[in-house]
């Protein structure tokens, strides 16, 4: 059973930055993608962005682009999104997710594994 514990939320302002981290424990060696989502209030879960386990390979939502960056320590199991002029429209619960490659890696129900989730609040 995998497990995942995020940490790193909080508030910051306009234009701040904050780093996440998902560490995991009872990896196998069918979980080699994982990926940061991100849900507001009243609307659908979206994927922030993927990470490809064995390559480092790694994908971002448009909107985030330039901005997040996803990372991982194999060593401590950990994947990190350093997000950097964090606006606004960034608020929402931060959930990681681990499973299998295939499927579209922003599609929720590809992923087996998923965390409590962090929350990140910007205001303006």
């Known amino acids: 059973q995998v497990q995942l514990v995020e940490s790193g939320g909080g508030s910051v302002q306009a234009g701040g930055s904050l780093r996440l981290a998902c560490v995991g424990a009872g990896y196998t060696h069918t979980t080699t993608r994982m990926a940061w989502f991100r849900q507001a209030p009243g609307k659908e879960r979206e994927g922030v962005a993927g990470?490809?386990?064995?390559?480092?390979?790694?994908l971002y939502a448009d909107s985030v682009k330039g901005r997040f960056t996803i990372s991982q320590d194999n060593a401590k199991n950990t994947v990190y999104l350093q997000m950097n002029a964090l606006k606004p429209e960034d608020t929402g619960m931060y959930y990681c997710a681990a499973g299998r490659s295939g499927g579209v890696w922003d599609s929720p129900p590809v992923y087996n594994y998923w965390g409590q989730g962090t929350q990140v609040t910007v205001s303006s």
């Open positions: 990470i490809w386990t064995s390559t480092g390979g790694a």
